[in-house]
């Protein structure tokens, strides 16, 4: 089994879904010395989130815990853009009290332009996820606060949409 943190749209049980099949949802943890940013500059040209290190113990980025099978690896790989992009990175994530070892993706510098901004289908992913699992308050207004632009294919935008109407969220 393979423990994932989800920081960005895959916070979404929804949008996780229809990547890849879920074991267990773990939890809520806590990633310290990196903050939100939404910079990595992705295929279509918007910007994604990326869990930045900054070093300073006192940033955290607030996410998901999943554990998917080993067998799921390379179809989350895809997902998420391993080698373009993104690089898979081992960290201790820390959730209800106990430190859990997970794996998460991260931006590699060639792909970051801060000057980029998230399609707001894309931020209602990390939105609807933040929002699912509970994420404090504070956190999830950060979110919100982000702007976001609409995405010039709305065949793409209607598609990612409708995975949210196609499965049913977590609500507890």
């Given at each position: 089994m393979l423990n994932y943190f989800a920081y960005g749209s895959n916070m979404s049980v929804s949008r996780l879904s229809a990547r890849v099949q879920i074991t267990r949802l773990l939890g809520v943890g806590t990633l310290s010395r990196h903050v939100l940013r939404w910079h990595k500059r992705s295929k279509d040209?918007?910007?994604?989130?990326?869990?930045f290190?900054?070093?300073?113990?006192?940033?955290r980025v607030f996410g998901v815990l999943y554990q998917i099978d080993d067998s799921?690896?390379?179809r989350l790989d895809r997902a998420e853009g391993l080698g373009h992009g993104y690089l898979v990175k081992a960290e201790r994530i820390e959730s209800n009290n106990e430190i859990v070892h997970a794996v998460l993706y991260v931006a590699t510098p060639e792909f970051i332009d801060e000057s980029l901004k998230p399609y707001d289908w894309y931020k209602?992913?990390?939105?609807?996820?933040?929002?699912?699992?509970?994420?404090?308050?504070h956190y999830v207004?950060?979110?919100?606060?982000?702007?976001?632009?609409?995405d010039p294919?709305?065949?793409r935008?209607?598609?990612?949409?409708?995975?949210h109407a196609a499965r049913p969220r977590r609500t507890e």
């Open positions: 040209r918007s910007a994604k989130c990326d869990a290190f900054t070093g300073n113990p006192e940033n799921q690896k390379s209602d992913h990390v939105l609807l996820g933040a929002r699912e699992h509970g994420l404090p308050n207004k950060r979110i919100e606060a982000v702007h976001a632009i609409p294919d709305a065949e935008a209607d598609r990612e949409r409708s995975i």
